[in-house]
């Protein structure tokens, strides 16, 4: 981590821990080095949940969520906000072999079918089937909803 701090980089991604030790060659250059970028960034980057990981609200649970929604986006910086954690979307359950990504899936905006993402016969990745009660049209208006917490 000293390499890094060394550099001017002032913060980092959680789920960057696991990079901060890396190899580099002789010439004291790294494999993944970008020779265009001559200074880092100084704004942090927050985020609770992305693309390749269990949604905030499986993870750490559905009553949690919002605590750390407002801890993410109490902290200085960039907060960022994965398709769907905005309303609590939790992964799929799923059993299927077929499906190895439990946390992708459509914007659940009503009731309709299809999640009202899209008015076609299917979607491309699969709709969670709590899409009838958690879903952006349901927690319009409710005071203490996921959704009113941003």
Not at 33 to 45: F, G, I, L, R, W
Not at 108 to 129: K, V
Request: hydrophobic share 30%; no cysteine.
């Amino acid at each position: 981590m000293e390499f890094w701090l060394e550099r001017g980089v002032d913060s980092f991604r959680i789920d960057a821990v696991t990079f901060f030790f890396e190899t580099h060659y002789e010439n004291g250059t790294f494999p993944d080095e970008d020779s265009y970028v001559d200074k880092p960034t100084d704004a942090a980057n927050w985020q609770a949940g992305n693309h390749d990981n269990s949604r905030p609200a499986t993870h750490i649970g559905e009553k949690r969520v919002d605590m750390m929604t407002m801890i993410v986006h109490a902290m200085p910086g960039a907060s960022v906000t994965y398709n769907g954690d905005e309303i609590g979307m939790t992964d799929m359950d799923t059993d299927s072999d077929n499906y190895r990504d439990p946390e992708r899936m459509p914007m659940q905006w009503d009731t309709s079918e299809n999640a009202g993402f899209s008015t076609g016969n299917s979607t491309w990745l699969p709709i969670n089937p709590n899409y009838k009660y958690l879903n952006v049209q349901t927690q319009r208006g409710v005071a203490r909803s996921t959704l009113n917490i941003y």
